[in-house]
């Protein structure tokens, strides 16, 4: 557990920002909004562009930094968001905590499970906060799965889809395999939904393909995962993107031996013998800046966070293991 050395009381905790993309400017809205620029102030923020970052900077009145090796050693931080490309996240927070920074970083923590463990421990060393964003336990569609379980019994397959047909494809890094990484872990919170709700896994097996442009590109990817639960229930993972797969889908279905549960987007019902009962969804506007909140009220008043860094490493687990069947094409058991 970190103790704070900064006096937050009657003065802001002042932020620097990594990135400058759509997560990065998410942040920084809220960072400006009424409730929380009371609490904390951002002063720094590096990105890919020179040009892009200054007009960041202008945008939301901060300083443009050259790199983030300098913004994370600037004397006049508290706390370090990192809103950018997957590869960096570990390089990034570890910079960051020994410099005595607190730490908030999108998920995943690193694309190494090794990595990971060593920011955790490092965490811990400096007694400084590392927050590993998944802000989909906060949303709509996570929060009605959990009031909605008890009502459908024993569970026994649950079903995650998330499919984005993009035509052409964009050459960008979420397309790039270094720095991108296994969909499975750059896109840990499809496998976190599924742990959060059923708990520890047994056995991994996973396939994936992928339409290359050349080395380091791809146009398309899709990924398949199977969960075997200690709990009995199996879990299926569907995660794809780009121009190959032509129609998007955000799916959710769970069964069990007393109905099932069915998200279709924004829409949700639950089922039960002769009876469909709609299923209101809240919106997911705004969870950038219920995180961002939520670890500023931790930080100054210790209120308690929705995750720790120890449950993200343990789905990090999982998605490596999809990531290693996925290789070898074998299963791999978790034990």
Partial sequence: MYTSTTPYKGSKIRVGLVGIGYAAKTRAKALHSDEIAVKAQLVAVCGHSPEKT?????EFNCTAIATWEELVNLADIDLVIISTINRDHGAIAKAALSQNKHVI????LALDVGEAEEIITLAETQKRLLHVEHIEMLGGVHQALK???PHIGQLFYARYSTIKSQLP???KWSYHHQMFGFPLMAALSRVHRLVDLFGQVLTVNCHTR????DREYYQS????AQLQFESGL?????YGKGETLWHSERKFEVHGANGGIIINGETGALLQPEKSIPIEIASRRGLFAKDTGMVLEHLIRKTPLYITPQASLYTLKVADAARRSAQTGLMVNMA
């Fill in 234 to 238: 199996l879990g299926q993972i569907t």
């Fill in 105 to 108: 970083v999108e998920y995943p």
């Fill in 147 to 149: 009031q909605n379980l």
């Fill in 169 to 171: 494809s964009p050459r």
């Fill in 54 to 58: 200054i007009a960041f900077a202008q």
């Fill in 221 to 224: 990817c899709i990924c398949v």
């Fill in 210 to 213: 992928f339409w290359p442009i």
